[in-house]
């Protein structure tokens, strides 16, 4: 959450579209979990909020039962396979603009291929609580851009070094601004 609102608020036009999709879709009540098919250009934020900084940046390892190939190489079993989701998410050679925030790349279905876009692993060994924690991340943000008014705390744009670990988080914590917008 703390790197979708420094996204957020380092592109205010986002943000605006963000309020504006909320406004036309939700109305004067709050997001509720019938909204999420409606929200199609917030989903696009989440999405490329993920992109740009997944929880993880090394995917948790797995290992083949049996020899296989991937990619054109030969993987003997029992190799321990690690996939660098931080790295394939900003590979130029999948992704226009690879470092910039731009969640219109994902409003049109079918846009991303699956297999560049995998910030909870993929096939059987995907996290089980992607879907949990997509919806969960629909409504915190949803209601935060639609509770309050958030704001930079001075002119400068937030600093998005990462520090990288099992997780990966901001160097500098997020500070800004925060005002009562409604309800």
Same mark, same amino acid.
């Given at each position: 959450?703390? &790197? @979708? $609102?420094?996204?957020?608020?380092?592109?205010?036009?986002? $943000?605006?579209?963000?309020?504006a999709? $909320? #406004?036309?879709?939700? /109305?004067? +009540?709050?997001?509720? #979990?019938?909204? %999420?098919?409606?929200?199609h *250009?917030?989903?696009? =934020?989440?999405?490329?909020?993920? +992109?740009?900084?997944?929880?993880?940046?090394?995917?948790?390892?797995?290992?083949p039962?049996?020899?296989?190939? =991937?990619?054109? *190489?030969?993987?003997?079993?029992?190799?321990? $396979? %690690?996939?660098? @989701?931080?790295?394939?998410?900003? #590979?130029?050679?999948? &992704?226009?603009?690879?470092?910039?925030?731009?969640?219109?790349?994902?409003?049109?279905? /079918?846009?991303?291929?699956?297999?560049?876009?995998?910030?909870? !692993?993929?096939?059987?060994?995907?996290?089980? !609580?992607? /879907?949990?924690?997509?919806?969960a991340?629909?409504?915190?943000? /949803?209601?935060?851009?639609?509770?309050?008014?958030?704001e930079?705390? !001075?002119?400068?744009?937030?600093?998005? @070094?990462?520090? =990288?670990? =099992?997780?990966?988080?901001?160097?500098?914590?997020?500070?800004?601004?925060?005002?009562?917008?409604? %309800?």
């Amino acid at each position: 959450m703390e &790197w @979708a $609102l420094a996204n957020l608020l380092n592109h205010p036009d986002v $943000l605006r579209k963000a309020k504006a999709e $909320l #406004d036309a879709q939700v /109305g004067d +009540r709050l997001i509720e #979990d019938s909204d %999420f098919a409606k929200l199609h *250009y917030l989903q696009s =934020i989440i999405s490329e909020n993920l +992109r740009l900084c997944p929880v993880t940046p090394l995917i948790p390892p797995h290992m083949p039962s049996s020899d296989c190939t =991937i990619g054109g *190489y030969h993987v003997p079993a029992g190799t321990i $396979l %690690f996939v660098n @989701a931080w790295s394939l998410h900003r #590979d130029p050679t999948l &992704w226009d603009e690879p470092t910039s925030f731009k969640p219109e790349r994902f409003e049109s279905a /079918g846009r991303v291929d699956a297999c560049n876009f995998v910030p909870f !692993g993929m096939g059987r060994r995907a996290c089980p !609580g992607d /879907g949990l924690a997509k919806r969960a991340m629909i409504l915190t943000l /949803g209601s935060l851009i639609q509770c309050f008014e958030w704001e930079r705390v !001075g002119e400068n744009k937030i600093d998005m @070094a990462e520090k =990288i670990a =099992i997780t990966m988080s901001k160097v500098e914590p997020l500070e800004l601004c925060v005002e009562l917008a409604r %309800f």
